[in-house]
């Protein structure tokens, strides 16, 4: 994550914004469990290989580590920052019509946009993160109702 630190380090920041989706790749422990851990990892390969097709100049895509992923951006506004969610569903769904794994890639996400200098980069990302489970509780909720 220490690309990442450009964007705080950048003096033009201070006008833009940057976004950060916090990915984690559902339900990897079923797979493991059901499929084996090779499927797991193909996986995990596949979601790494599907961010980089979705976001291809990112100023970051890192694996935070386990299942979980974040891809930082810089982005003119809050709008375009949540355009990127879309942009990564859209993806993903292309993505699974043509991938040959065993199982569909499912994905929660957290999307937080702001200005780097208002916040830290772990800041940024616990918020992300706080996001990313809150959405994943909601299609949770919205799937067993």
Same mark, same amino acid.
């Given at each position: 994550m220490n690309a990442a630190r450009v964007i705080w380090a %950048? @003096?033009?920041?201070?006008?833009?914004?940057?976004?950060?989706?916090?990915v984690?790749?559902?339900?990897?422990?079923?797979v %493991? @469990?059901?499929?084996?851990?090779?499927?797991?990892?193909?996986?995990?390969?596949a979601t790494s290989n599907m961010l980089r097709l979705a976001f291809p100049d990112p100023i970051v895509v890192a694996r935070l580590g386990g299942d979980e992923f974040a891809i930082i951006q810089t982005v003119d506004s809050v709008d375009e920052g949540h355009k990127l969610e879309m942009q990564l569903q859209k993806?993903?769904?292309t993505y699974n019509k043509t991938s040959r794994l065993e199982v569909e890639i499912s994905l929660s996400v957290g999307c937080f946009v702001f200005k780097p200098k208002s916040i830290t980069l772990n800041q940024a990302l616990s918020e992300a993160d706080h996001l990313m489970y809150k959405n994943k509780k909601t299609r949770k909720t919205q799937s067993s109702a």
């Open positions: %950048n @003096d033009s920041a201070e006008q833009s914004h940057a976004a950060i989706l916090y984690d790749l559902d339900n990897l422990k079923i %493991n @469990d059901t499929y084996g851990h090779e499927t797991g990892d193909k996986m995990l390969v993806t993903l769904e």
